[in-house]
């Protein structure tokens, strides 16, 4: 016997309350800064684009899809609509890595997004079922302490002891409203649980249900279910994914930015949105701050400088996009309180110590050398390595 799961533990707006509480804010707003939400959905931070691209999509749609997979890789890349409306960019990079990820959503296979820290994963993946299915908070964290009951469901104790079980007792967990809703879930960090928890996902990925035993009942997938999982290929190799589970997903790997051009306008981008969404005074003179910071975060990721002369060691941080986005916002955040708003070497420097020394042995040598070697000689450097040489003592 099939059972429907009612979404009653999602509010109006469509969104997750884990407290179970009205949330007061659930009303969806335009824009990210015109809401109290420190970190709003990405369904409700991009609702204008969302509702724009759905109105004049007139391309088939998957079942339950909002809007057709060009729609959804336009919204992930950006675009202008035939009516004039911008949509930004939200991921920056090869259109063909997205283009091979909605696909993959639209067939009976999952979609793994693979790659090293800070390369966008939980990001893509949290627009992806924004775009999808109008909700990326069907949600599961993976941890080494992820439970069984995280991924199928699990059960309200009160209930069940006064009544037994029963479908009120049930608990469902995010990938079970997803299924029985035709939903996008998610699940990050999947090679961080235990394997016997991830191979769970098997009969759900394969057999599109998940048996409820101590009922005699199933959950069925209805069209329009899939799932995106993320697994850092740092933290634990892919190879902690069983094969047989392994089978079930296609891997889509997000690769580190192309050029220093591209991953300075990914740093740009974001540090303006979130700046906004801090209130924090826009720093137009901030891009060459930017575009140090980056070309230092490279160049010890690569072990070579730019021009490719000069050899350096790299430390054992990631110094991933990620981080230098980090770095940029404290420095605006510094900027803006103890300077005069303007983005400056000194704003910047101890961030970029604090990512780059991660050993304090080790990496300190290893930033000492490169901040001889390379920043001292460079043209146009010289505030830059004195302010690095003040905080590096
Ligand atoms: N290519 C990119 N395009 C747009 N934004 C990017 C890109 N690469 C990194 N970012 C930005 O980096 C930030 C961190 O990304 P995210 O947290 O998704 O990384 P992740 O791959 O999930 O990392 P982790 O493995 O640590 O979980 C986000 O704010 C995202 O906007
Ligand atoms: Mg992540």
Redesign the pocket.
């Known amino acids: 016997m099939s059972v429907s799961v009612e979404p009653t533990s999602v509010d109006p707006s469509g969104k997750a309350d884990p407290s179970g509480k009205q949330s007061a804010t659930a009303t969806t707003t335009a824009s990210a800064t015109a809401t109290e939400e420190l970190r709003p959905h990405a369904e409700t931070a991009f609702a204008d684009e969302l509702a724009a691209l759905a109105a004049q999509d007139d391309r088939p749609r998957p079942a339950r899809w909002r809007m057709s997979p060009w729609a959804v890789a336009t919204y992930l890349l950006g675009g202008t609509l035939a009516d004039g409306t911008v949509i930004t960019p ?4 090869p259109r063909r890595i997205v283009e091979v990820a909605v696909t993959t959503l639209a067939t009976d296979r999952a979609l793994l997004l693979l ?10 993946s949290e627009h992806l079922a924004a775009a999808i299915s109008g909700d990326s908070t069907l949600l599961v964290q993976g941890t080494a302490g992820t439970p069984e009951e995280a991924i199928r469901y699990g059960w309200n104790y009160a209930q069940l002891l006064a009544h037994g079980p029963s479908r009120d007792a049930l608990v469902p967990s995010p990938v079970m409203r997803a299924m029985a809703e035709g939903m996008t879930a998610r699940v ?2 999947l090679t961080r649980i235990p394997a016997d928890v991830q191979d769970t996902l098997i009969t759900i990925l394969s057999e599109k249900t998940l048996p409820i035993p101590e009922l005699g009942q199933e959950v069925q997938a209805v069209r329009g279910f899939n799932l995106i999982a ?1 697994a ?1 290929d740092r933290d634990r190799g892919v190879n902690d994914l069983s094969s047989a589970l392994r089978r079930r997903f296609n891997t889509v790997v ?1 690769p580190l ?1 192309e050029s220093a051009d591209a991953e300075v306008d ?1 740093v740009a ?2 540090v303006d949105q979130i700046g906004r969404s801090l209130d924090l005074p826009s720093a137009p003179d901030g891009i060459d701050e930017i575009r140090r910071v980056v070309t230092v975060f490279r160049e010890l990721r690569d072990g070579v400088t730019a021009d490719g002369r000069t050899k350096v060691k790299s430390p054992s941080g990631t110094l ?3 981080e230098a ?1 980090s770095v940029v916002t404290n420095g605006l955040a510094l900027a803006a309180h103890f300077g005069d708003g303007v983005l400056r070497p000194s704003d910047v420097a101890a961030g970029i110590l604090g990512a780059v020394v991660r050993d304090p042995a080790a990496d300190r040598v290893i930033w000492q050398e490169y901040l001889e070697a390379v920043v001292r000689e460079r043209d146009g450097w010289k505030d830059f390595y004195r302010a690095c040489r003040e905080v590096s003592v």
């Open positions: 939200k991921y920056v990079g790659g090293v820290p800070g390369t966008a994963k939980t990001w893509v990050e960090e993320t850092n997000l930015p990914i981008r974001r991933s996009t990620a986005i």
